[in-house]
């Protein structure tokens, strides 16, 4: 079974940039979460999709950050203008069904971005 | 205060030791408790589930949960150098579930 897949792996980009990152969950999970992950700390739930509807966007950053899932399948986050504060790691995961927190969440590798 | 509390760390133990982690939370609607560990530049992986308060051991590793007192803790017994890694602990409950994780504790096990 193929792991959750996200590109790109590595960015770096200067502030006021935009950057979009892609993220393709495992085949058949309904839940799709994207996390933040900053140097030092662990990951802070950014947005959750339940097929292609959101859960929860309540830590999102919305007057620079928007999300979407396309057809309940991928999913592009993207930052727009960039902050030096949003340099982190980006992390992909989902789940099988909807119960979120109370399920297992399987995680991509990420991606690290650096804003200069 | 942060709703999960660990200590970052890092800890050091030598190759055969029984590791501690250890977590605090605050928030009363936690029922589900995981730890993750997370390899260098690698996604967390799901390593213990447990629900409500108890004990659950699997192979090497037993997660404990004491609700009575929020504390949260994983040992690891005959520690190896492939268990090196950030051990992330988390909690989720109340009306979403969303999961809510502490900063994490850098482990290194030597040969």
């Known amino acids: 079974e193929a792991g959750v897949a996200q590109s790109p792996r590595y960015k770096i980009i200067e502030k006021r940039q935009s950057v979009a990152f892609w993220c393709n969950p495992i085949s058949g999970h309904a839940t799709l979460y994207w996390y933040q992950q900053i140097l030092g700390q662990g990951p802070k739930l950014l947005i959750q999709f339940q097929n292609n509807g959101v859960v929860d966007d309540s830590q999102l950053p919305k007057d620079r950050f928007s999300a979407e899932r396309l057809k309940g399948v991928d999913s592009t986050l993207k930052i727009q203008p960039a902050k030096l504060e949003d340099s982190a790691v980006y992390l992909c995961?989902?789940?099988?069904?909807?119960?979120?927190?109370?399920?297992?969440?399987?995680f991509g590798p990420g991606t690290r971005l650096l804003v200069l | 205060q942060k709703e999960v509390e660990q200590d970052p760390g890092p800890l050091s133990v030598p190759e055969g030791a029984i590791v501690s982690l250890n977590c605090t939370y605050s928030?009363?609607?936690?029922?589900?408790f995981m730890w993750y560990r997370q390899y260098s530049r690698k996604g967390p992986e799901l390593l213990m589930y447990?629900?409500?308060?108890g004990n659950k051991e699997d192979g090497r590793f037993t997660a404990q949960v004491d609700k009575s007192s929020k504390y949260i803790s994983l040992f690891i017994r005959d520690s190896q150098p492939s268990d090196s890694a950030t051990y992330l602990c988390a909690g989720s409950g109340g009306s979403n579930y969303k999961l809510t994780f502490g900063k994490g504790t850098l482990l290194t096990v030597n040969p």
């Open positions: 995961a989902s789940s099988l069904g909807v119960a979120g927190g109370r399920e297992t969440q399987y």
């Open positions: 447990t629900y409500s308060s």
């Open positions: 928030n009363s609607a936690f029922q589900y």
